[in-house]
């Protein structure tokens, strides 16, 4: 009997920690989602405040993580994988074919949809109006994002 008690216990305890260990791992995931795209922000003012607005065009399709002070300790750096299934899972790294940011997903993540294998993130330029009223052929502003893609 007290063989079965452990036995249930143990079930329990382990189902909780993958539960647990997965749930840290999508934090850790979004937190960096989060620092890049402060990263990014911080660029865009500097070069705005510093009248270097022409070169917002140069961030389009950079690598997000050259945003951040230090790479994440889960990043493969610049690559381009013959066989991505090889690669480990819950890592990220920068595809320069397609200038897509990739993050692995490991299996059961909270961030993806159920059978996604990873995501992919890429900077972009918006061109948007300085006035809600002024036409969309005078467009006066420029807004870089980082943005999930299909």
Same mark, same amino acid.
């Not at 063989?3 to 305890?13: N, P, R, T």
């Not at 109006?129 to 299909?150: F, G, H, W, Y």
């Given at each position: 009997? #007290?063989? #079965? #008690?452990?036995?249930?216990?143990?079930? #329990?305890?382990? +189902?909780?920690?993958?539960?647990?260990?997965?749930?840290?791992? +999508?934090?850790?995931?979004?937190?960096?989602?989060?620092? @890049?795209?402060?990263? $990014?922000?911080?660029?865009? @003012?500097?070069?705005?405040?510093?009248?270097?607005?022409?070169?917002?065009?140069?961030? %389009?399709?950079?690598? &997000?993580?050259?945003?951040?002070?230090?790479?994440?300790?889960?990043?493969?750096?610049?690559? %381009? &994988?013959?066989? %991505?299934?090889?690669? &480990?899972?819950?890592?990220?790294?920068?595809?320069?074919? +397609?200038?897509? $940011?990739?993050?692995?997903?490991?299996?059961?993540?909270?961030?993806?949809?159920?059978?996604?294998?990873?995501?992919?993130?890429?900077?972009?330029?918006?061109?948007?109006?300085?006035?809600?009223?002024?036409?969309?052929?005078?467009?006066?502003?420029?807004?870089?994002?980082?943005?999930?893609? %299909?």
């Amino acid at each position: 009997m #007290v063989v #079965v #008690v452990i036995g249930i216990l143990m079930a #329990v305890l382990l +189902d909780r920690l993958a539960f647990y260990r997965q749930q840290a791992e +999508d934090i850790m995931f979004k937190t960096m989602l989060v620092s @890049m795209r402060t990263g $990014l922000r911080i660029q865009v @003012m500097q070069l705005t405040n510093y009248g270097k607005g022409g070169d917002l065009q140069k961030l %389009e399709g950079a690598n &997000p993580i050259g945003f951040l002070q230090h790479p994440p300790v889960n990043y493969l750096g610049e690559i %381009e &994988p013959d066989d %991505e299934e090889k690669l &480990p899972r819950g890592h990220w790294y920068y595809r320069k074919s +397609d200038r897509n $940011l990739r993050y692995l997903l490991n299996s059961g993540s909270f961030v993806a949809n159920e059978g996604q294998k990873y995501l992919n993130f890429k900077v972009k330029l918006l061109h948007v109006s300085k006035n809600s009223a002024c036409p969309l052929d005078q467009i006066t502003a420029c807004r870089a994002v980082l943005e999930q893609m %299909e």
